[in-house]
């Protein structure tokens, strides 16, 4: 099966810290993904990445940035974080194949306060 | 992106069929998902239908798509109170970037 993991499953930061979320997938995905989720606005996408030091803005990419040094592996980053970015966090990865089908971490809960 | 919505709140009993629909946009959509989210989790992928079907079944869901109207759907029989959940319809437009594009989202509550 694969696999997806996100390193916390809740965080609780302060304003204007830097803050990291971890994914790691274990099947040789070429494509990750992540997403902000919050009640009725779904699932937006803030930055993918096909390839390692590769990446892409999604359709909400302020206030965040993104690293891929190792193709497993693909870190969010806020650098200086704000009450508005308090939400859930998914992390998904996927082959680059005809369906696309993309595989979720189980979310990070990040609080802003 | 695109525009994918759905209904946000469906509510059935037990035993009953759950029709979640959506529609979409984009007209090239190649692949249409439906992807569920319980409680505390991520999302799972239920099931996927490719563009040039109509209909598709797997055990207790359906999925019929309507590609004139745009208009997909998700029928669950015998609904399950173990079915209750957030179910996502996402769309994959194939530009460049082959992304999803989510809707928002219907929370399904199955009433005992």
């Given at each position: 099966d694969v696999k997806v993991t996100q390193s916390s499953r809740y965080l609780v930061k302060r304003t204007g810290e830097k803050v990291f979320l971890e994914c790691v997938q274990d099947m040789d995905h070429e494509n990750m993904f992540w997403y902000r989720q919050d009640p009725g606005l779904g699932l937006r996408?803030?930055?993918?990445?096909?390839?390692?030091?590769?990446?892409?803005k999604g359709d909400i990419p302020e206030g965040y940035s993104v690293s891929r040094e190792k193709k497993e592996r693909?870190?969010?980053?806020?650098?200086?974080?704000?009450?508005?970015?308090?939400?859930?966090?998914?992390?998904?990865?996927?082959?680059?194949?005809?369906?696309?089908?993309?595989y979720f971490g189980a979310g990070t809960r990040l609080s802003v306060l | 992106g695109e525009d994918v919505e759905q209904s946000l709140f469906l509510s059935v009993r037990?035993?009953?069929?759950?029709?979640?629909?959506?529609?979409?946009?984009?007209?090239?959509?190649?692949?249409?998902?439906?992807?569920?989210?319980?409680?505390?989790?991520?999302?799972?992928?239920?099931?996927?239908?490719?563009?040039?079907?109509?209909?598709?079944?797997?055990?207790?869901?359906?999925?019929?798509?309507?590609?004139?109207?745009k208009h997909l759907s998700l029928r669950i029989a015998d609904t399950q109170t173990g079915d209750s959940a957030i179910y996502f319809c996402a769309e994959l437009v194939e530009t460049g970037?082959?992304?999803?594009?989510?809707?928002?989202?219907?929370?399904?509550?199955?009433?005992p």
């Open positions: 996408l803030i930055y993918f990445s096909y390839d390692v030091k590769m990446k892409e693909f870190s969010l980053i806020l650098e200086s974080a704000s009450t508005n970015q308090t939400s859930m966090y998914l992390c998904a990865s996927s082959l680059f194949s005809p369906g696309n089908i993309q | 037990e035993g009953d069929s759950s029709v979640i629909n959506c529609t979409y946009t984009d007209s090239s959509s190649t692949y249409l998902y439906w992807y569920k989210q319980e409680p505390g989790a991520g999302l799972q992928l239920l099931t996927y239908i490719f563009s040039n079907m109509d209909m598709k079944q797997d055990q207790r869901l359906t999925v019929l798509l309507n590609k004139k109207d970037a082959n992304n999803l594009f989510f809707g928002t989202g219907t929370r399904l509550t199955v009433i």
